[in-house]
């Protein structure tokens, strides 16, 4: 357990569905993160957040739509997705100061049907 | 693009240190090297990190050269469970609380009984 926690585990999506990933850290941090990990490929950043504050967009399709009420939650809202998009959807987290050491969750293995 | 090369693959014998090697000889001055480990399908786990000195925690031991150019990742026992893909990363700041992990394609440790 990191203290980092998503939900749900596993999706199954049509394309014309919606769907949101939801990210929770009890570890008092201020800065959550999204990131795709497709099969056989590195892990990609998606999105930054510091302070609920969007800080990084790497170019993300925008059937991606990101959002953060406060520096605990984060979520990943999912629409009209496309088959390429299944993938493992990682959340991670970090703290201000000290030791900024991102924390992982242990991910959403997403399959857009 | 991934600012460290790994080997793809490595065996190790159960009970015997692993050494897992990275090359980052592009690295700036304030960037940092972190390793995480990855079992299949999970998220990946913090290990260790550090700037120039040599580190060491409860999991494992991080050599980094004088030069920075190059570290190594220490298991002194590998046991059945260390069996995983480990990243080698720069870690570089976006500016205020947040920073960017880089990921590569890792290295595959299999330990074998």
């Known amino acids: 357990e990191t203290g980092v926690t998503q939900t749900p585990r596993h999706l199954v999506m049509g394309m014309t569905n919606k769907k949101s990933l939801k990210c929770e850290q009890h570890?008092?941090?201020?800065?959550m993160y999204w990131y795709k990990q497709s099969a056989k490929k590195p892990l990609e950043l998606m999105f930054v957040?510091?302070?609920?504050?969007?800080?990084e967009n790497n170019s993300v399709p925008s059937r991606f739509s990101p959002e953060c009420p406060n520096s605990s939650h984060l979520f990943l809202h999912l629409h009209t997705l496309q088959p390429e998009d299944s993938a493992l959807y990682l959340c991670a987290s970090s703290q201000e100061v000290g030791p900024d050491t991102q924390y992982f969750g242990p991910g959403t293995r997403l399959t857009v049907l | 693009d991934a600012k460290t090369t790994q080997p793809p693959s490595m065996d190790c014998a159960e009970g015997r240190a692993a050494n897992l090697p990275c090359n980052h000889s592009?690295?700036?001055?304030?960037?940092?090297v972190y390793w995480y480990r990855q079992i299949h399908s999970q998220g990946p786990q913090y290990i260790i990190h550090g700037l120039k000195n040599n580190e060491t925690n409860e999991m494992a031991s991080l050599i980094i050269t004088e030069d920075r150019k190059s570290s190594t990742l220490i298991l002194p026992h590998a046991t059945l469970r260390d069996t995983a893909v480990y990243y080698c990363?720069?870690?570089?700041?976006?500016?205020?609380?947040?920073?960017?992990?880089?990921f590569g394609t890792g290295t595959l440790l299999a330990v074998q009984p």
């Open positions: 990363i720069v870690r570089v700041p976006l500016g205020g609380a947040t920073n960017k992990l880089i």
């Open positions: 570890l008092g941090h201020n800065a």
């Open positions: 592009t690295i700036s001055g304030n960037e940092y």
């Open positions: 957040y510091n302070f609920k504050e969007q800080t």
